[in-house]
C-alpha cells in the first residue's frame, strides 16, 4: 500500500487529452531542477515545451513500452506534477533489464518541491510496478541532479549501472550531461 497523501491531494491516471499538461509540467521541472547544469536558453525554449507535449501525447495514446502508464497529482485542485511507469526495456540512454520495472518520470512543479508530495508519489509510481509483479526497478537521473539523488537515496534507491554521457543538439551550442541509472525495490522504505 503506498504511503498516506496529504490532505486535499489526489493522484488520477493520465488520460489520451493530458499530452499538453504532462508537456507543460516536464517542461517547467526541468527548466527548475537542471538550470544549473543545463543552458538556460535550451530549457527555456518554448520548443522544449512542446515537444515534451508531443511525446507524452504519444505516448498516452501509443505507449511506446507495452504496459507504460501514467499518473498526475494534484493538489487543492491544480495539477502538481506527474509520473510515468513501464516495464522494462532498452531506452536511449541505458537498457532497463526486461526483468524489472523502469520509472521513466516523476516530476513535481517547482513550487511543489519539498512540500511533502513527492515521497506518497514515488511510492504510488513504484507501487503500480509491484502490482505488475517487479520487485525492482530502475529509473535515470542526471548526476548533477544531486536533489533528486539525494531523494532517491534517501528512499534506499542506489547508483547501480553504467554512466552514460547524453549529448544535447538544438539550435545553441551543443552540451552534454551525464546520466546514472538507480535501482531499487518497488517496495522502498516509507511504504506502509
Known sequence: MPAPLPLGVVIRDAA??????????HAASWASAYRHFMPPAYLDSPEREAGQARHWTHELVTPSVPGGRGWII????????????????????YPS??????????????????????????????????????????????????????????????????RRVREFTWEGPPFSATLLMYCGATRPQGMV
Do not use: K, Q
Open 16 to 25: 489520451p487529452g493530458d499530452g499538453p499538461l504532462l508537456g507543460r509540467l
Open 97 to 162: 533489464p526486461e526483468e524489472m520495472g523502469h520509472l521513466d518520470a516523476i516530476h513535481l512543479l517547482p513550487l511543489r518541491v519539498g512540500s511533502g508530495l513527492g515521497r506518497p508519489f514515488f511510492c504510488h509510481a513504484l507501487s503500480a510496478l509491484a502490482d505488475l509483479g517487479f520487485a525492482e526497478a530502475t529509473l535515470g537521473v542526471y548526476e548533477e541532479n544531486v536533489r533528486a539523488r539525494g531523494f532517491y537515496e534517501a528512499m534506499g534507491w542506489r547508483e547501480d549501472g553504467p
Open 74 to 93: 494534484e493538489a487543492g485542485g491544480e495539477p502538481a506534477g506527474f509520473a510515468w511507469a513501464r516495464p522494462g526495456s532498452e531506452t536511449f540512454a
